[in-house]
Structure formats: C-alpha cells, structure tokens
C-alpha cells in the first residue's frame, strides 16, 4: 500500500519575507494501537492477544524503568533501539558542568537495518489535501 502525501505551502521560519515554497508531507492513515497490535501478532504467533498485549506491556513497564533507572540503551532486535540524549549548556571548564546544565532530555528511537531498508521500497500516492 503507497504513503499518502498532500501538498503544502509554507514559509521559510528563519527568512520570514522569503517567498513561501510548496511541499510534500504525510497524511496520516489512522493508528495502531497495542490491542490492536496484539490481534494481529496473534494471527502471525499462534500466541492468544491476551498474552502478546500481556508481553507487550511488560516491554512499555520495562522501556520506563530503564530509561527512568539509568538511561540503558534497549536493544529491540530487528525493530531498533531506544536510548536517552540530553542536551546542555557548555562551560568554559569540565569542573564547572553540573545538572543544572542539563536543559532538555529525549527518547531517541534508532530503527534497525531491515526497518531502515523497508523505506526504500515504500511507494507514494498524492491525495487531495
């Protein structure tokens, strides 16, 4: 099935009397949320959804523990991995950065090889927007 895209005009945010250009973006075509998730593993597993939304779960539990407990990069095999990056000011001297430095933090996802090769077979069709 091919991603959908509508076109959009917009401005350029650090050059405001620049002329406004047209682009590509995605539509979104819906959710998928983990109950449905489960459903769908289940027909692939043989495993009941019950139990793929149990395991499923128990990945998001342990996802936060992790980043909540030391900020452990998680390995999810051919999905990719899930790490923390923070950004900081910069001191003049290593001894004067402390916390307060610290100015924001994220969740990065990195997708796997075989995720990564899916998008470049992926297919496009222009929808009205």
Same mark, same amino acid.
């Given at each position: 099935?091919?991603i959908?895209?509508?076109?959009?005009?917009?401005?350029?945010?650090?050059?405001?009397?620049?002329?406004k250009?047209?682009?590509?973006?995605?539509?979104? *075509?819906g959710?998928? $949320?983990?109950? @449905?998730?489960?459903? %769908?593993?289940? #027909?692939?597993?043989?495993?009941? +959804?019950?139990?793929?939304n149990?395991?499923?779960?128990?990945?998001?539990?342990?996802?936060q523990e992790?980043?909540?407990?030391?900020?452990?990069?998680?390995?999810?095999g051919?999905?990719?991995?899930?790490?923390?990056?923070?950004?900081?000011?910069?001191? *003049?001297?290593?001894? $004067?950065?402390? @916390?307060?430095?610290? %100015?924001?933090? #994220?969740?990065?996802f990195?997708? +796997?090889?075989?995720?990564?090769?899916?998008?470049?077979?992926?297919?496009?069709?222009?929808?009205?927007?």
């Amino acid at each position: 099935m091919p991603i959908k895209y509508k076109v959009i005009e917009r401005g350029d945010p650090r050059d405001k009397n620049a002329p406004k250009k047209f682009y590509a973006t995605v539509v979104n *075509d819906g959710e998928l $949320d983990l109950p @449905s998730i489960g459903k %769908r593993l289940e #027909k692939r597993s043989g495993v009941n +959804s019950i139990d793929v939304n149990a395991v499923l779960l128990g990945l998001v539990q342990l996802a936060q523990e992790e980043i909540t407990e030391g900020g452990r990069t998680i390995r999810l095999g051919e999905l990719g991995s899930l790490a923390v990056s923070i950004s900081s000011e910069g001191s *003049d001297k290593a001894e $004067d950065v402390s @916390s307060n430095n610290i %100015r924001g933090i #994220k969740l990065i996802f990195r997708p +796997s090889k075989a995720l990564k090769d899916a998008l470049k077979v992926v297919s496009y069709k222009k929808v009205d927007g």
